[in-house]
């Protein structure tokens, strides 16, 4: 699998990163054939099949679960991001990194994340100093942070510390390719994206989406046309990898099928330039329901 730099972490990740919160917990549509987490043994085997096929990183979270102990667990090497929940001071970052890597069997983390901040959090001098002291302490090599929205995601870029940067990004929510794509790379910021399927909206294999959210499947089937709707999910794939500002994408994959699925459209490259200028006009960042963050009681 190809391999983009991850800004200038000296990382460089494979287009794929395997988010493991459907490893660690039930996950997505409840009543879904996809709901339940896979046991620990199938979910073991996905992480060295994972590794086995060419994915260089791993995403997860103390929160995911027991997704961080199943990484331990399996054996694999694969460099691992994970996260920290907010509020957190030095002495709070300090012992989660411990625990993270305790159940990753890991002496050091290769990313450690903000969980989920915002403006003002990012900014915390004791959380600045926290994440500094785990740095130079040596058991974490670089650290990022996790937006949701725009505001969040302009003021992490802003402190240098921080160098990588998780979005939502896909066919329906660019919001991040105005400000926040050119100005991580002007400096330097390595861009993570998540949401690729939006949950599964964006895919065939969630057969019936709830009431509110159809009309979001609805737009992306209208930019389709007559192409197959089991096509959708490689478009949605293949249209982020088409970003160059994008290191990787973050894909919950839940079994061997879907992996070996979305290695194959991974290989089929980014999409022309004209199959991206058809896609433009189904965007819709105004539509609040574009962000899983509004979803509460409809999955």
């Known amino acids: 699998m190809n391999t983009r730099p991850l800004g200038n972490t000296g990382l460089a990740v494979s287009a794929i990163t395997l988010g493991t919160v459907e490893l660690g917990i039930d996950y997505g549509f409840r009543g879904s054939a996809h709901y339940q987490k896979p046991d620990r043994s199938a979910a073991a085997d996905l992480l060295r099949e994972a590794a086995a096929s060419g994915i260089t990183l791993l995403d997860t979270a103390p929160v995911y679960g027991d ?3 199943l990484i331990g667990v399996s054996g694999v ?8 929940v907010l509020p957190a001071d030095a002495a709070q970052i300090a012992a989660s990194v411990e ?23 990012v900014r915390d001098p004791a959380l600045l100093a926290g994440l500094q002291a785990v740095i130079d302490s040596g058991k974490v ?10 505001a969040t995601a302009l003021a992490i870029l802003d402190i240098p510390l921080y160098r990588t940067l998780q979005v939502p990004f896909n066919l329906l929510d660019r919001t991040m390719e105005r400000r926040v794509f050119p100005l991580a790379r002007e400096r330097g910021v390595g861009i993570l994206v998540r949401s690729v399927f939006l949950r ?9 989406v709830p009431a ?4 979001l499947r609805d737009r992306a089937l209208a930019g389709l046309g007559d192409t197959p709707v089991e096509a959708l999910a490689a478009l949605a794939l293949r249209f982020c990898l088409s970003f160059p500002e994008i290191a990787t994408l973050i894909l919950g994959i839940r079994d061997s ?22 896609w433009r006009p189904f965007a819709v960042e105004d539509d609040p ?10 999955i």
Do not use: F, M
């Not at 090599?141 to 725009?150: I, N, P, Q, T």
């Not at 599964?200 to 019936?208: D, F, S, Y």
């Not at 070996?260 to 980014?270: D, E, F, H, K, T």
């Open 257 to 278: 099928a879907e992996l070996r699925s979305n290695l194959a459209a991974a290989a089929q490259g980014p999409l022309s330039a004209d199959e991206l200028s058809h």
């Open 141 to 150: 090599r670089c650290v990022g942070a996790s937006a949701y929205d725009e």
């Open 200 to 208: 599964g909206v964006l895919t065939a294999r969630i057969a019936e």
């Open 289 to 298: 329901l574009v962000s899983p963050l509004n979803w509460q009681g409809l």
């Open 67 to 69: 997704a961080e102990e």
């Open 212 to 215: 509110p959210l159809a009309a």
């Open 77 to 84: 090497d694969t460099p691992v991001a994970t996260k920290i």
């Open 99 to 121: 625990q993270s890597l305790r159940r990753l069997r890991r002496t050091r983390l290769d990313l450690l994340q903000l969980h989920n901040p915002n403006p003002v959090s």
